[in-house]
């Protein structure tokens, strides 16, 4: 009995030898597989919830963002957004007087907006003669720009009054520092902060290619 004991033991130990020779190495390609697909399931995590790339296609933020510049956007400014869902699932803050931000474009939900926050829940904004009131009192405007009326567009007329509005809660009022060739809120109404993406910070790349292509000294560019 002992020794069949033994035998057994013995046959065993060499099935499992047996076995791990067997083991193949990963195919080079299996491994390229891999490792591709890793860094994709990366690069959506990081753009879902950390970091998003847009471009600028239009120059109603001029002089601060020129067409054709390439930004990050911070999309954990304000809090953690479950995708398709449209909601914050963690808040850490609500936008700023001053932040630029990129949003859902309320008139087309298929198109992001980027402009610069000019009031939030519960201000009263008014705008007389390009002069900005808030809750009554002038507030400084250091980016503001102004170009005058855009005659490739004549449908967009600069308003240089508005309001006074009151700014629902939840909700923030936005401007394109070209202020005379902004489509922002002084025409279609406030932004709700669940369609806020995040906050624009760093211009990564800048390409002009009707002057002299790329703009070297806007790369790396902080946004303010």
């Known amino acids: 009995m002992y020794v069949y004991i033994v035998k057994m033991s013995k046959a065993k130990d060499q099935s499992a030898v047996g076995t791990q020779v067997s083991i193949k190495p990963k195919s080079t390609f299996r491994e390229y597989a891999e490792a591709i697909g890793m860094a994709l399931v990366l690069a959506l995590f990081i753009r879902t919830f950390i970091v998003q790339a847009f471009k600028i296609p239009s120059g109603s933020m001029i002089p601060t963002l020129q067409i054709g510049d390439h930004i990050l956007v911070n999309k954990l400014s304000y809090g953690i957004r479950i995708p398709f869902w449209e909601h914050y699932l963690v808040e850490f803050g609500h936008p700023q007087r001053g932040d630029v931000v990129v949003f859902i474009f309320p008139e087309d939900r298929t198109k992001d907006f980027i402009k610069r926050v000019i009031a939030v829940g519960g201000d009263t904004v008014e705008i007389r003669g390009k002069k900005i009131y808030i809750n009554g009192k002038q507030v400084a405007d250091p980016h503001a720009h102004f170009e005058g009326d855009d005659p490739q567009n004549p449908g967009l007329v600069s308003r240089e009054d508005f309001g006074p509005k009151t700014v629902p809660e939840n909700h923030i009022f936005v401007m394109g520092d070209n202020r005379d060739r902004s489509y922002d809120s002084r025409f279609w109404g406030f932004v709700n902060l669940d369609d806020v993406r995040g ?3 760093l211009i990564y790349w800048s390409w ?3 002057d002299r292509w790329v703009r070297w000294e806007r790369i790396g ?3 303010n």
């Open 199 to 201: 906050k624009a910070f």
């Open 208 to 210: 002009d290619g009707t």
């Open 221 to 223: 560019h902080l946004i």
